[in-house]
T-cell receptor
Framework: AQSVTQLDSHVSVSEGTPVLLRCNYS??????LFWYVQHPNKGLQLLLK??????LVKGINGFEAEFKKSETSFHLTKPSAHMSDAAEYFC???????????FGTGTSLTVIP | DTEVTQTPKHLVMGMTNKKSLKCEQH?????MYWYKQKAKKPPELMFV???????INESVPSRFSPECPNSSLLNLHLHALQPEDSALYLC???????????????FGPGTRLTVT
């Protein structure tokens, strides 16, 4: 069975400092992994995805994530936080049967001016 | 075009009303999803359609009735809802996962539903 654990429910950073949002997954096979961002009262936007190609994945808005199989992790990073990055972030893993996705509980990112 | 549209954006309905939510995509995706999202929580899967057939129903109460009239449209019919059904309802689409999948979902902006 698949599951996702987002290790921090809230992260607060100062503008211009690095961002690290942590995600661990559990899967019986090599999954696909995704990070989505959700701004208040909006839908979810795909930031990046891992699909068994390069382990370092670059996404939109300067975000990156590294897939580490040995650590079963898929942490999201950004070198320098911007005020517009303040939002909710979800780590998602694909299921082993068709058309199922498993969501983490989310990390709320606050950016302090 | 990677857009999923949802109408209406906001809906207020009484517990005896009947209303419908609509979702549309033109990306050629043959999998479409309904999610319910409460504040500060991740989306909860309600239904999945694959090739216009219902493939997953996550034990959703019968007061929610999905419909997929064609490959671009997905509806959610609402009847006799309860106040606890108030939430953001999200529609998503993706290519059909015919093996351990690599296809991402595209989400619409959601319908904010309030049941009074």
């Amino acid at each position: 069975a698949q599951s996702v654990t987002q290790l921090d429910s809230h992260v607060s950073v100062s503008e211009g400092t690095p961002v690290l949002l942590r995600c661990n997954y559990s899967s019986s096979y090599s999954p696909s992994l995704f990070w989505y961002v959700q701004h208040p009262n909006k839908g979810l936007q795909l930031l990046l995805k891992y699909t068994s190609a390069a382990t370092l994945v670059k996404g939109i808005n300067g975000f990156e994530a590294e897939f580490k199989k040995s650590e079963t992790s898929f942490h999201l990073t950004k070198p320098s936080a911007h005020m517009s990055d303040a939002a909710e972030y979800f780590c998602v893993v694909s299921g082993d049967t068709g058309n199922q996705f498993y969501f983490g509980t989310g990390t709320s990112l606050t950016v302090i001016p | 075009d990677t857009e999923v549209t949802q109408t209406p954006k906001h809906l207020v309905m009484g517990m005896t009303n009947k209303k419908s939510l609509k979702c549309e995509q033109h990306m050629g995706h043959r999998a479409m999803y309904w999610y319910k999202q409460k504040a500060k929580k991740p989306p909860e899967l309600m239904f999945v359609y694959s090739y216009e057939k219902l493939s997953i129903n996550e034990s959703v109460p019968s007061r929610f009735s999905p419909e997929c009239p064609n490959s671009s449209l997905l509806n959610l019919h609402l009847h006799a809802l309860q106040p606890e059904d108030s939430a953001l309802y999200l529609c998503a689409s993706s290519q059909v996962l015919n093996y351990v999948g690599t296809y991402e979902q595209y989400f619409g902006p959601g319908t904010r539903l309030t049941v009074t």
